[in-house]
């Protein structure tokens, strides 16, 4: 059985997950600005030091973003670090698609209409995305974007819509016709570690493993730039 290590830092939630042998163990904070100094001793919660190859992991699943920038570098460095030293392949999920399998899983949603997955961009944006639950798990269907929320036009999808996530604490602004079709809003969902797994476990059937060198965030506006460690100056 495959054993994922996962790692989902991109929001205000520090997230650590490990599944092996068909259990899950978790360690998941509402840390705003300190994921950097508690990801490596949650780490070292669910797994002692050492080679993660040695210890039975067989891969590394990362959420890849959108989202906070600081966030998502550091998921993105640590799961590069990760699987340089053990040789491991490491597997992208989108941020987005992440929280809202955690929707599914808390009952925020129950899967019978498109999921509208936002996230607060914190500069009067909003990163968004939409979903269909199929078989229990998020299909894109759209996106995903970033715009103000008064631009948030959906009028390729004109039934009624469940929201989820931080951006919805900006549906003020959205448009009224918009508003009025969220049969539910739930912004306080965040994205946990544990529900990235399937996702991962998915892209690894379909042969989407990255090498430790392909691992960068996924940041929607293309201004914005990632140095990988061999862009750095430091040494391979």
Known sequence: MTAILAIETATDACSVALYRDGHYSQRHEVLPRQHNQRLFSMLGELLPAGSLRDQGIDALGYGCGPGSFTGLRIAASAVQGLAFASNLPALPVSTLACQVATALRQGSIDGRRLVLSTLDARINEVYWAIYLVT?????LQAGPFACAPSQLQLEAFPDELDAVGSGCGLRGSFPKELCARLATVSPEVLPEARDLVPLALDALQRGEGQQAM????????????WKKISEQGKGQ
């Open 214 to 225: 392909q691992v960068q965030p996924v940041y929607v506006r293309d201004e914005i730039s």
């Open 135 to 139: 078989e229990g798990a998020p299909a």
